[in-house]
């Protein structure tokens, strides 16, 4: 029993100092709700040329978090080619935020993933615990054109079938 208590209380612990610094907007949804939408920014650790705001919501005094969340991402500042060889290309991508939503191990987490056919990024946000049979997801686009490191196709058709 104590250990679950301990263990509660570094979630709670966990949950305010991660909620701290990012948060760019809060609404109330109303005077006898506990409830508010809560907006943070973070900018991707390997293309900081890249913001996401994203939008969830906060239940103060209340373990039932809502897994519903939006996500929406653009570029803020320029994305280099140097930037797009630090990140992982697969189908899979890779996770580039996680925050921790209730002490009972639900958390949001956005991943990166490249669509190179279109040369654009997508950051895709997620919770991990199911709710209604099915996982709360949202996506984000953030396109390379106009940025130092969108490859005309042109330039590129001629050296494919050398």
Known sequence: ?????????AATLVLFV???GDDVG????GLFTTKDVIIDAKQDPKIPGVTCHIS?????LDFADPSDMG????????????DMAKIDMGK???????????????SLKVRRIYDAQNQTLLYLSYSTK??????KHALSTVP???SQAWVDPALTVGTKNN
Not at 26 to 29: E, I, N, Y
Not at 72 to 79: E, V, Y
Not at 92 to 101: A, C, K, N, P
Not at 130 to 135: A, F, I, L, P, R
């Open 56 to 60: 969830r919501i906060e239940a103060n």
């Open 1 to 9: 029993m104590i250990t679950r208590l301990k263990m509660a209380m």
């Open 71 to 82: 996500i929406s991402c653009r570029q803020t500042g320029p994305i280099t080619p140097a």
């Open 18 to 20: 991660t909620g701290c």
């Open 92 to 106: 899979h991508g890779e996770v580039v935020f996680t925050e921790s939503l209730s002490i009972l191990f639900k």
């Open 130 to 135: 199911e709710t209604n049979g099915s996982h």
């Open 144 to 146: 390379l054109y106009g």
């Open 26 to 29: 809060k609404v109330s949804l």
